[in-house]
C-alpha cells in the first residue's frame, strides 16, 4: 500500500473535497517522505513491469501469466508489496494470472511474463541490495506449438535451452505457460507447481496418485494420510501441499528403491498411503503403482523427440482425466491392514516400508503379499465356487490360520476377506489352534446344504491352494443308515479332509444346531476338535463354578490326574495354563485308579483368600450315562457315537449325575506344594490314595467333608 499509484489515489480520494492548498501540502508532506523510504523498490517493480511491457504491450487479464520467485531468494519479500501494486493495478487475477514459485534462498529473482496471444515470453531477472535493477532481460516465443513444429524449429528451440536463454528456467516456463495457455490446467495442480516449481510428468503422476487415494479412500473427517513416497520422484511435491503431508508434521516419508527392489514388488511401485480411520479405528497401508510405460504409449511423444516436447506431451495427456482410468496407470498393489507398531516401524530408518508390510522379502524376491491377498482371494473364491455365495445366515469356517508358521502373514487378508462377505467373529468363525508345522487349512461349511469345501493352501515358495474337497457332511445325511456310514468311514480312512474329518464334522454340526455354546466353541479354539471328553471339561468346569463360585479372591489349581482331553477346559476357561501354575497333569495306573474310584477325573483346589481357606475337592466323572443315554450303538463307528454324546452333553439339562464330589479336603499350603512335586502322588498327599495298600480308614474319615 507505500506503492506509489496507490499512495496517490488514495490520497486524491480522501483529500478531494479539502482546500486544494491544504491537500497539496499534506499529500507533498506525506509523498516525500514515502519516497524517500520506498522509492527504491517500487522502481524496481515498475521497472519490471514496464520493460515487461515494453516487450509484450499491455498487460492485462485476459493473456498473461505471470511466474516469478519472487519472496523466495533472501530478502526479495521487500519487494512483495510494490510487485502486488503493480500487479493489481493492471487487473490482473491472482489465480488467473500468477504463479509465484519457491525457490532457493540463494536464487536469482526473476519474472516471466507469459502473452497467450502473442506467445511471446519476457523473461526478467534483477539484482537488488546495493542497487536495484534488471540485470537480465530476453524475450522469446515459446508457443509450444510453433517450437515443436519441425526439425527445425526444435533444434532451434534447443539451441536455446543449451544456452539458458531463460537462465535454465526454460523448461519449466515454457511447459507452465502452455498448459496455462490451454485453459484446462487445473488450479489445484497449479498450486502444487508452486512448491515443486516445474511442470513435468512426474509431478502430474502425483497428482493422479492424489486424486485416486481421495476418491478411494476418502478424506473424511477423522481420516489423514501418512505417506511413504518410496519410491521418489517429483510427485512428493504434490501430497506435501495438498495434503498438508510435511515432512516436519510426519505426514510423509521418502526414500527411494533401487531396480531389484523396483523389480521385485512389481507393478511399478509408487508409494505407500497409511490411511488411518480414527472413526472407524483403522488404518489401512494402500501400495499403489504408477506406470509411466502407459503414459508415453499414449501422449503421441516419439522416440527422438527431446525432453522438452516428450515431457509437456505426458504432461498434457496427464492433464485429461479422462485418461486416467486407462487400464495399468495406476495399480492397487496391496492393502494391509496394520497397527500404531508397523507404521512405527515403516517409519524407521533403515527399515524398508515395503519390507515391513511383507510386500518384498529382503532377498528381493517376488512379493508375497500380493501373492497373500491373492491367495485368500484364491480361498474364498474356491469354496464360493462349491458352495455359493458365502453369507452370515449359512457359514462356519473353521480355519488355523495364524498357528502354522508365518501363517499370521495372511490373517489381515483373510479378514478383510471375511468381513468382506459381512461374517461375524463369533457367529461364522472358529479358529483353531495348531502345531506350528501343520499345514494351513480351512474349512468351509454351509449349513443349508451341509456341504463342506476342505481347502489347504501351501506358502512357502508359492502360495497356491494345493488340496481341495467338498463333501456333504451332514450329520443326519451320513448317519442316516449303514450304507450311507460306510460310506462316510471310508472317505474317513481315506482322509478326504487330511485327518479333520471327525474335528470338522463334528464342530461344524454341532455349530449347524444353533446349540453350541460360544464359551464352549471357545475351548475348541484351543482343543482343536470337539470330542465327549473336552464337553466332560466343560460339564466339570461348570460344576465347580456352581459349587464353589469363583468371586473375588476365590482361584482354583487344577491337578487334572487322571488326564484327558477335558485339561484344555481349564486353561482356555480358567487362565488355568502351565505356565501360570494353574494346571498340573499327570496320569495314573489302572490299579491307582481302582483304587480311588474309576470315575475319577481329578483334583480342584479351591483357595479362598477372603475365607483364608484352602480346599482339595476330588471330583469325579461318569462318562457312562452319556454313552447310555446319547443313543449311539455298540457298532456304530467313533464319529457317529462320540458325536452323538457331544450333543446330549451339550443340553445342560443332562449334566444332573455326570459329576460326583468324592472328597473334599481342607489342606494348607505345604500339602498344595508337595501335590505339585513330580515325584509325588497327589491323591496320596492329600491321604486319598495309600501307596501300599488301599484307602485307608484314616483317610476314609475326611471324605466326611464331602457334600451330599
Ligand atoms: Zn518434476
Ligand atoms: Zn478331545
Given at each position: 500500500?507505500?506503492?506509489?499509484?496507490?499512495?496517490?489515489?488514495?490520497?486524491?480520494?480522501?483529500?478531494?473535497?479539502?482546500?486544494?492548498?491544504?491537500?497539496?501540502?499534506?499529500?507533498?508532506?506525506?509523498?516525500?517522505?514515502?519516497?524517500?523510504?520506498?522509492?527504491?523498490?517500487?522502481?524496481?517493480?515498475?521497472?519490471?513491469?514496464?520493460?515487461?511491457?515494453?516487450?509484450?504491450?499491455?498487460?492485462?487479464?485476459?493473456?498473461?501469466?505471470?511466474?516469478?520467485?519472487?519472496?523466495?531468494?533472501?530478502?526479495?519479500?521487500?519487494?512483495?508489496?510494490?510487485?502486488?501494486?503493480?500487479?493489481?493495478?493492471?487487473?490482473?487475477?491472482?489465480?488467473?494470472?500468477?504463479?509465484?514459485?519457491?525457490?532457493?534462498?540463494?536464487?536469482?529473482?526473476?519474472?516471466?511474463?507469459?502473452?497467450?496471444?502473442?506467445?511471446?515470453?519476457?523473461?526478467?531477472?534483477?539484482?537488488?541490495?546495493?542497487?536495484?535493477?534488471?540485470?537480465?532481460?530476453?524475450?522469446?516465443?515459446?508457443?509450444?506449438?510453433?517450437?515443436?513444429?519441425?526439425?527445425?524449429?526444435?533444434?532451434?528451440?534447443?539451441?536455446?535451452?543449451?544456452?539458458?536463454?531463460?537462465?535454465?528456467?526454460?523448461?519449466?516456463?515454457?511447459?507452465?505457460?502452455?498448459?496455462?495457455?490451454?485453459?484446462?490446467?487445473?488450479?489445484?495442480?497449479?498450486?502444487?507447481?508452486?512448491?515443486?516449481?516445474?511442470?513435468?510428468?512426474?509431478?502430474?503422476?502425483?497428482?493422479?496418485?492424489?486424486?485416486?487415494?481421495?476418491?478411494?479412500?476418502?478424506?473424511?473427517?477423522?481420516?489423514?494420510?501418512?505417506?511413504?513416497?518410496?519410491?521418489?520422484?517429483?510427485?512428493?511435491?504434490?501430497?506435501?501441499?495438498?495434503?498438508?503431508?510435511?515432512?516436519?508434521?510426519?505426514?510423509?516419508?521418502?526414500?527411494?528403491?533401487?531396480?531389484?527392489?523396483?523389480?521385485?514388488?512389481?507393478?511399478?511401485?509408487?508409494?505407500?498411503?497409511?490411511?488411518?480411520?480414527?472413526?472407524?479405528?483403522?488404518?489401512?497401508?494402500?501400495?499403489?503403482?504408477?506406470?509411466?510405460?502407459?503414459?508415453?504409449?499414449?501422449?503421441?511423444?516419439?522416440?527422438?523427440?527431446?525432453?522438452?516436447?516428450?515431457?509437456?506431451?505426458?504432461?498434457?495427456?496427464?492433464?485429461?482425466?479422462?485418461?486416467?482410468?486407462?487400464?495399468?496407470?495406476?495399480?492397487?498393489?496391496?492393502?494391509?491392514?496394520?497397527?500404531?507398531?508397523?507404521?512405527?516401524?515403516?517409519?524407521?530408518?533403515?527399515?524398508?516400508?515395503?519390507?515391513?508390510?511383507?510386500?518384498?522379502?529382503?532377498?528381493?524376491?517376488?512379493?508375497?503379499?500380493?501373492?497373500?491377498?491373492?491367495?485368500?482371494?484364491?480361498?474364498?473364491?474356491?469354496?464360493?465356487?462349491?458352495?455359493?455365495?458365502?453369507?452370515?445366515?449359512?457359514?462356519?469356517?473353521?480355519?488355523?490360520?495364524?498357528?502354522?508358521?508365518?501363517?499370521?502373514?495372511?490373517?489381515?487378508?483373510?479378514?478383510?476377506?471375511?468381513?468382506?462377505?459381512?461374517?461375524?467373529?463369533?457367529?461364522?468363525?472358529?479358529?483353531?489352534?495348531?502345531?506350528?508345522?501343520?499345514?494351513?487349512?480351512?474349512?468351509?461349511?454351509?449349513?443349508?446344504?451341509?456341504?463342506?469345501?476342505?481347502?489347504?493352501?501351501?506358502?512357502?515358495?508359492?502360495?497356491?491352494?494345493?488340496?481341495?474337497?467338498?463333501?456333504?457332511?451332514?450329520?443326519?445325511?451320513?448317519?442316516?443308515?449303514?450304507?450311507?456310514?460306510?460310506?462316510?468311514?471310508?472317505?474317513?480312512?481315506?482322509?478326504?479332509?487330511?485327518?479333520?474329518?471327525?474335528?470338522?464334522?463334528?464342530?461344524?454340526?454341532?455349530?449347524?444346531?444353533?446349540?453350541?455354546?460360544?464359551e464352549l466353541m471357545q475351548c475348541l479354539e484351543i482343543h482343536?476338535?470337539?470330542?465327549?471328553?473336552v464337553?466332560?471339561g466343560f460339564?466339570?468346569?461348570?460344576?465347580?463354578?456352581?459349587?464353589?463360585?469363583?468371586?473375588?479372591?476365590?482361584?482354583?489349581?487344577?491337578?487334572?490326574?487322571?488326564?484327558?482331553?477335558?485339561?484344555d477346559v481349564?486353561?482356555k476357561r480358567?487362565?488355568?495354563?502351565?505356565?501360570?501354575?494353574?494346571?498340573?497333569?499327570?496320569?495314573?495306573?489302572?490299579?491307582?485308579?481302582?483304587?480311588?474310584?474309576?470315575?475319577?477325573?481329578?483334583?480342584?483346589?479351591?483357595?479362598?483368600?477372603?475365607?483364608?481357606?484352602?480346599?482339595?475337592?476330588?471330583?469325579?466323572?461318569?462318562?457312562?450315562?452319556?454313552?447310555?443315554?446319547?443313543?449311539?450303538?455298540?457298532?456304530?463307528?467313533?464319529?457317529?457315537?462320540?458325536?452323538?454324546?457331544?450333543?446330549?452333553?451339550?443340553?445342560?439339562?443332562?449334566?444332573?449325575?455326570?459329576?460326583?464330589?468324592?472328597?473334599?479336603?481342607?489342606?494348607?499350603?505345604?500339602?498344595?506344594?508337595?501335590?505339585?512335586?513330580?515325584?509325588?502322588?497327589?491323591?496320596?498327599?492329600?491321604?486319598?490314595?495309600?501307596?501300599?495298600?488301599?484307602?485307608?480308614?484314616?483317610?476314609?474319615?475326611?471324605?466326611?467333608?464331602?457334600?451330599?
Amino acid at each position: 500500500m507505500i506503492g506509489r499509484r496507490g499512495c496517490t489515489n488514495k490520497k486524491i480520494k480522501t483529500k478531494i473535497t479539502s482546500f486544494v492548498f491544504l491537500t497539496v501540502l499534506v499529500f507533498s508532506l506525506c509523498f516525500i517522505p514515502g519516497m524517500a523510504a520506498e522509492t527504491d523498490s517500487s522502481e524496481l517493480m515498475a521497472q519490471v513491469f514496464a520493460a515487461a511491457e515494453s516487450n509484450l504491450g499491455n498487460i492485462g487479464p485476459e493473456n498473461t501469466l505471470i511466474i516469478t520467485d519472487l519472496g523466495s531468494p533472501a530478502e526479495s519479500y521487500v519487494f512483495l508489496d510494490n510487485f502486488y501494486s503493480e500487479f493489481n493495478g493492471r487487473n490482473l487475477k491472482y489465480t488467473d494470472n500468477l504463479l509465484v514459485v519457491q525457490n532457493a534462498r540463494n536464487a536469482p529473482l526473476w519474472f516471466a511474463f507469459f502473452d497467450k496471444a502473442s506467445g511471446k515470453c519476457a523473461y526478467i531477472e534483477v539484482t537488488y541490495g546495493d542497487e536495484e535493477k534488471i540485470s537480465y532481460q530476453v524475450t522469446e516465443n515459446i508457443n509450444f506449438n510453433g517450437l515443436s513444429k519441425n526439425k527445425k524449429s526444435i533444434e532451434a528451440w534447443n539451441q536455446k535451452v543449451n544456452s539458458a536463454v531463460f537462465k535454465g528456467h526454460e523448461f519449466a516456463i515454457l511447459t507452465i505457460s502452455n498448459a496455462w495457455a490451454t485453459g484446462n490446467l487445473d488450479y489445484e495442480l497449479m498450486q502444487c507447481l508452486e512448491i515443486h516449481n516445474h511442470f513435468c510428468p512426474g509431478v502430474s503422476s502425483g497428482f493422479v496418485l492424489a486424486n485416486w487415494m481421495e476418491e478411494n479412500y476418502p478424506l473424511k473427517e477423522g481420516v489423514s494420510y501418512t505417506v511413504f513416497s518410496c519410491p521418489n520422484w517429483c510427485k512428493e511435491d504434490v501430497f506435501v501441499k495438498r495434503w498438508d503431508a510435511t515432512p516436519g508434521k510426519g505426514g510423509i516419508f521418502v526414500s527411494a528403491l533401487t531396480d531389484e527392489e523396483i523389480e521385485a514388488i512389481g507393478n511399478s511401485p509408487a508409494g505407500i498411503f497409511v490411511v488411518t480411520d480414527k472413526n472407524a479405528g483403522t488404518m489401512k497401508a494402500v501400495a499403489l503403482g504408477f506406470d509411466f510405460d502407459v503414459v508415453n504409449a499414449k501422449c503421441g511423444a516419439k522416440k527422438d523427440d527431446p525432453a522438452w516436447i516428450s515431457k509437456y506431451l505426458a504432461d498434457l495427456w496427464l492433464m485429461d482425466r479422462g485418461n486416467w482410468d486407462e487400464e495399468g496407470l495406476v495399480t492397487e498393489i496391496a492393502v494391509i491392514d496394520i497397527d500404531k507398531d508397523t507404521l512405527g516401524e515403516m517409519k524407521r530408518a533403515g527399515s524398508n516400508p515395503y519390507e515391513v508390510l511383507g510386500l518384498l522379502n529382503s532377498n528381493g524376491n517376488v512379493n508375497p503379499p500380493v501373492e497373500d491377498k491373492e491367495l485368500m482371494d484364491q480361498v474364498f473364491s474356491a469354496a464360493e465356487a462349491e458352495l455359493g455365495t458365502l453369507g452370515p445366515e449359512n457359514t462356519f469356517i473353521m480355519t488355523d490360520i495364524g498357528s502354522p508358521a508365518e501363517s499370521d502373514f495372511f490373517l489381515n487378508n483373510f479378514y478383510s476377506e471375511f468381513y468382506g462377505k459381512e461374517l461375524k467373529y463369533t457367529k461364522n468363525l472358529l479358529v483353531v489352534q495348531n502345531a506350528r508345522n501343520a499345514p494351513l487349512w480351512f474349512a468351509f461349511f454351509d449349513k443349508a446344504s451341509g456341504k463342506c469345501a476342505y481347502i489347504e493352501v501351501t506358502y512357502e515358495n508359492e502360495d497356491k491352494i494345493s488340496y481341495q474337497a467338498t463333501e456333504n457332511i451332514n450329520f443326519n445325511e451320513l448317519s442316516a443308515s449303514q450304507e450311507s456310514i460306510a460310506a462316510w468311514s471310508e472317505k474317513v480312512n481315506s482322509k478326504i479332509f487330511n485327518g479333520r474329518e471327525f474335528a470338522i464334522l463334528t464342530i461344524s454340526n454341532a455349530w449347524a444346531t444353533g446349540n453350541l455354546d460360544y464359551e464352549l466353541m471357545q475351548c475348541l479354539e484351543i482343543h482343536n476338535h470337539f470330542c465327549p471328553g473336552v464337553s466332560s471339561g466343560f460339564v466339570l468346569a461348570n460344576w465347580m463354578e456352581e459349587n464353589y463360585p469363583l468371586e473375588e479372591g476365590v482361584s482354583y489349581t487344577v491337578f487334572s490326574t487322571p488326564h484327558w482331553c477335558k485339561d484344555d477346559v481349564f486353561v482356555k476357561r480358567w487362565d488355568a495354563t502351565p505356565g501360570k501354575g494353574g494346571v498340573f497333569v499327570s496320569e495314573l495306573t489302572d490299579e491307582e485308579l481302582e483304587a480311588i474310584g474309576s470315575d475319577l477325573a481329578g483334583v480342584f483346589v479351591v483357595r479362598d483368600k477372603n475365607a483364608g481357606t484352602l480346599k482339595a475337592v476330588v471330583l469325579g466323572y461318569n462318562s457312562d450315562l452319556a454313552s447310555a443315554n446319547c443313543g449311539a450303538k455298540e457298532s456304530d463307528p467313533d464319529w457317529v457315537s462320540k458325536y452323538m454324546k457331544d450333543l446330549w452333553l451339550m443340553n445342560p439339562e443332562n449334566w444332573d449325575g455326570l459329576v460326583t464330589e468324592i472328597a473334599v479336603i481342607d489342606i494348607d499350603d505345604a500339602a498344595l506344594n508337595e501335590m505339585k512335586q513330580a515325584d509325588t502322588n497327589p491323591y496320596v498327599v492329600i491321604g486319598l490314595l495309600n501307596l501300599v495298600e488301599d484307602v485307608s480308614p484314616q483317610n476314609l474319615e475326611s471324605t466326611e467333608a464331602v457334600t451330599a
